[in-house]
């Protein structure tokens, strides 16, 4: 699990190497890490947050239409990502060992949401873990809060999308 932690630090050098103009880790492909979170019921909405490797990070948020809207309604933030809060984030995958953390696997009840928490390491290597939302899986969920809590921090922002909801949006470079 330390490989996590290093690979996720590497990705914060990665982004400050980049901003200040240096020469970025050699060890970290632009396709070395992605992580998302899809939290979204299709007919209440909800939120999804994509980190890509430079550590700007996407949130998502639908929502049911209000009085003459059609369909779900959107709302797009992009930040980014502090190097702390990329380690603070790879600590928490570390501590609660999502590469191997199991949940239980049942039907869900009508109406019941879900999460997913999407991790790519490198072009091979990807874990995708689904809970339901009634389920208390300790790791799952507390990964799952840390990054809605990124997803709070970035709804303070000024959004760069707001409309109609684009049906499986991701951003550019990211590959569901």
């Not at 996720?8 to 992580?35: E, I, K, N, Q």
Request: aromatic residues 8%.
């Amino acid at each position: 699990m330390q490989a996590i932690r290093r690979l996720l630090f590497a990705l914060a050098l990665l982004g400050t190497c980049v901003a200040v103009g240096g020469d970025p880790p050699t060890r970290v492909g632009a396709s070395a890490f992605a992580l998302a979170l899809y939290d979204c019921h299709g007919l209440w909405g909800g939120q999804e947050l994509f980190i890509l490797t430079n550590g700007v990070a996407y949130a998502r948020i639908e929502r049911r239409p209000r009085n003459g809207e059609s369909g779900l309604q959107e709302r797009r933030y992009k930040i980014q990502l502090t190097t702390n809060e990329i380690g603070a984030l790879g600590t928490l995958l570390d501590r609660h060992d999502f590469l191997t953390v199991t949940v239980t696997n049942r039907t869900g009840v009508p109406d019941e949401t879900g999460a997913t928490i999407s991790l790519r390491l490198g072009s091979v290597q990807r874990r995708d873990v689904f809970q339901w939302e009634r389920d208390a899986q300790a790791g799952f969920k507390a990964i799952h809060g840390h990054m809605l809590s990124i997803v709070r921090r970035a709804e303070k922002t000024q959004p760069i999308f707001e409309g109609p909801s684009a049906y499986l949006w991701a951003p550019e470079g990211f590959v569901r």
